[in-house]
Each structure stands twice: as C-alpha cells, then as structure tokens.
C-alpha cells in the first residue's frame, strides 16, 4: 500500500456562533488542506496510469469540484443559529454564502471534507489522511482509522 497526498488552499471565511472570543467576529482564512489518499499502485502495462495509486490529476478534480471550487471566496455560516439569516442577508446583497449544518469550525469542516471526498473516491482508494490549516500554527487531522 502506497499514500499520496496532494495539497490545496483556498481563501474562505467564517463566523463562529455564540464563541467567546474573536472569531465570533466574520473573519478570513488562507486555508491549506493536504488530502492523503491510499491503495496499491498499478501494475499492467497496457493501463496509462500504470505505477499510480490514482493520478494525481483525479484527486485534484474531486477536491476541487466537492470542496475548493465550492468555498472558496465564500463564507461558511452555521445555518442551526440565528446566522442563518445574516447569510441570507448577505445572500440577498449578492455575497456567496455556504449554509453548514454545523458550527464550521477546522474540527467540523474536516469531517464534512472527508465525507464529500470519500463519496466520490474509486472503490480501489481509500481516504487516509487530511489536514487542514487556519492558520500557519493552527490546524486539524483527520486519520481514517479514528473514524
Ligand atoms: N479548536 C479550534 N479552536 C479554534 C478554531 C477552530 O476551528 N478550532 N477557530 C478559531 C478561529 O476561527 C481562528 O482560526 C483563530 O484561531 P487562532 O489560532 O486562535 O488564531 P490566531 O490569529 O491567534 O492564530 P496564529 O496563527 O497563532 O496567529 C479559534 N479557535
Ligand atoms: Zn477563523
């Protein structure tokens, strides 16, 4: 078995309801996200991906259609608490908004990202490993064999 990681950023922003400190303010992000994927490599020398786990190129194509593309220049808004109507507030004003059904903060959106790559993952790769940095010196994992 063989992991390969591809790494991604995107800039995002978020709002943390009821916190006590100041990330209840709306803020920004430059989000780095390492996504580890894991299998055997192939070996047939008629397939073009031979040698590769998965090309990288396909990682990068989910990652980037279920979760980069999708908030990036965004703001991720709890919708279970009364932001759900700042959201549609900014909405309204013509801000893109992302509506999560959890408090979004590195921990939440670490699961939410593991679940929409593991969907759309061949059934030969498995999700391994993610990280994902708020900042230089803040970040989460997230490691298959705990969940
Ligand atoms: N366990 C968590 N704690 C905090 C989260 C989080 O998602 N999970 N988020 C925040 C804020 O959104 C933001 O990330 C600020 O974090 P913090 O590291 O405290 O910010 P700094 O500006 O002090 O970061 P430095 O890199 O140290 O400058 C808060 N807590
Ligand atoms: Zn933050």
Redesign the pocket.
Known sequence: MIRITKIFTFETA?V?YN?D???KNM?G?SYKLFVTVKGKPINDMENPKNGMVVDFGDIKTIVKSEIVDVWDHAVLLNALSPHKELGEDLEEKGHKVIYCSFQP???NMLYAIAAKIKSKLPADISLAYLKLH?????Y?EWFAEDN
């Open positions: 978020h943390l916190y400190g100041k990330c803020h992000h903060t590195c921990e708020e900042t230089e010196n803040s989460g």
